[in-house]
């Protein structure tokens, strides 16, 4: 008698748990993204367009609450200039946002507005130098440009991370977002490069 009102109550366990986990979708999602300093006098000091492609998991926790966590393929991109050293920095990398969103119908939309957490591991980075000569005596410059050099990241500087908030427009399968993200850590000390905001765009799909 004990044995089957075990095996009963874990049968309506796994009945219950089966239309929350149907409510539960997977999906893809990628866009467009800027990098702009929060220093003044950076010498990392212009946005370039970068991008980011990949996956993600809705939880729904409640008729209006979700958690999504995601994993991304990034590129931030921003401009150089260091004395007479110009160019640009593409660093290619995985993160890791941890969201909560609120939900909030507008029929036949919903509006979700989230926010949360995220970590970056940096996987390598390109570099292209630009380099001005400069002749005080005629006043003009002579400008080079430098080949495009990979360069690996070592030890803690792969590491990053900060926070972000996000609105996102939902309709059916199909959703539309835009997220803002700051980073806490400071890399790359000696090239003094400076936290970041990050503006992203991008849309994206539930199965």
């Not at 630009?130 to 005629?138: C, G, H, R």
Request: glycine share 12%; charged share 20%.
């Amino acid at each position: 008698m004990i044995m089957k009102k075990k095996v009963l109550i874990l049968v309506l366990t796994v009945l219950s748990v089966f239309p929350v986990a149907a409510q539960n979708r997977w999906g893809v999602t990628g866009g467009l993204g800027w990098s702009f300093s929060c220093a003044d006098n950076a010498d990392f000091d212009g946005a370039r367009p970068g991008f980011y492609l990949g996956g993600l998991y809705d939880v729904k926790l409640s008729e209006q609450w979700y958690f999504q966590p995601q994993l991304l393929f990034t590129r931030t991109s921003h401009r150089i200039s260091i004395s007479d050293v110009k160019g640009f920095n593409d660093v290619y990398s995985l993160e890791l946002p941890l969201q909560v969103g609120y939900n909030i119908p507008l029929r036949p939309f919903d509006l979700r507005v989230s926010g949360g957490v995220f970590a970056n591991y940096k996987l390598f980075g390109v570099m292209k130098d630009v380099n001005v000569e400069s002749d005080l005596t005629s006043g003009t410059s002579k400008v080079t440009e430098g080949k495009r050099d990979s360069y690996s990241l070592g030890g803690r500087d792969r590491f990053n991370g900060g926070v972000q908030l996000g609105v996102t427009l939902n309709h059916k399968h199909w959703f539309y977002g835009l997220d803002v993200k700051y980073s806490f850590l400071r890399r790359n000390q000696e090239y003094r490069e400076p936290r970041r905001l990050l503006f992203r765009i991008g849309v994206g799909y539930k199965f």
